[in-house]
């Protein structure tokens, strides 16, 4: 799709899209959670960057084939989208508890404020892979009569059409809805946060992108984004119920 001089692929703009409606969230919402807009304007600008480099970084390790025949695509998000959710989350988690410690709030007041606008960039990532064909779901038998509720014909990476698990569909709307958990939940909207993480592991097990596999399990292994996502979920409730001194709003 090209949009001006560049190209700019269907998957960014969606990222982008969910990006946009964060931002707005943020600064609708941050008088009501207690937070100044005006101080806390560089603190947004530091986590959508640490999201953006944690979440590319990740993708090209999980890609480094491909990128060390394409070094030119690597910052071309214009022409190469691509972003690993795992990555991006450490990045968000790395600049919140910077904030926590410069400013003394408890970082799970921080990070509950962050989570509906990260579970909005999530939604955005996977409705965009839905066209792309990234993190696409295991092709499934059709069943009699028809395909079965949750499946669809979808692409993936390769453009290659079947009767796949709809993976990034459920990721999608899982992700919109834990958003307005996250919301609903105020100061302990984190925990909408772990619920997602602990879902996208639980998707993972219905994925067939190929990724970097670990470790033994029953005399097999055991998908690296799996075991970095319950480790999310895990950390995320950790640090919600990990309670900081220190102002919660202001």
Not at 6 to 31: M, N, Q
Not at 84 to 93: F, Q, R, S, T, Y
Not at 217 to 228: A, C, E, N, P
């Amino acid at each position: 799709m090209r949009v001006g001089f560049w190209w700019i692929s269907v998957y960014t703009l969606k990222v982008a899209a969910g990006a946009l409606i964060a931002g707005l969230w943020l600064w609708h919402r941050a008088p009501r959670a207690g937070f100044d807009r005006r101080t806390i304007r560089p603190w947004i600008w530091g986590v959508a960057l640490a999201a953006l480099i944690g979440g590319r970084a990740g993708y090209v390790l999980g890609n480094l084939p491909y990128f060390a025949q394409h070094p030119a695509l690597l910052l071309r998000l214009d022409r190469l989208g691509g972003l690993h959710g795992g990555g991006a989350m450490i990045g968000v988690l790395l600049v919140a508890g910077l904030w926590s410690a410069m400013t003394h709030r408890s970082v799970a007041v921080v990070v509950s404020f962050l989570s509906p606008a990260v579970l909005f960039v999530a939604a955005g990532a996977w409705w965009g892979c839905i066209d792309a064909g990234c993190a696409w779901g295991r092709e499934a038998l059709a069943a009699t009569g028809g395909a079965r509720w949750e499946t669809r014909l979808l692409p993936d990476i390769y453009q290659t059409l079947a009767l796949r698990y709809a993976v990034q569909p459920a990721g999608a709307i899982g992700a919109l809805i834990l958003s307005l958990l996250a919301a609903a939940l105020g100061k302990r909207g984190g925990l909408a946060l772990a619920l997602y993480w602990l879902a996208a592991a639980g998707l993972t097990l219905l994925r067939a992108d190929p990724v970097p596999m670990i470790g033994t399990v029953m005399q097999g292994s055991i998908r690296l984004d799996t075991v970095v996502s319950l480790a999310l979920a895990i950390g995320m409730v950790v640090l919600m119920l990990h309670k900081v001194k220190g102002k919660d709003g202001g």
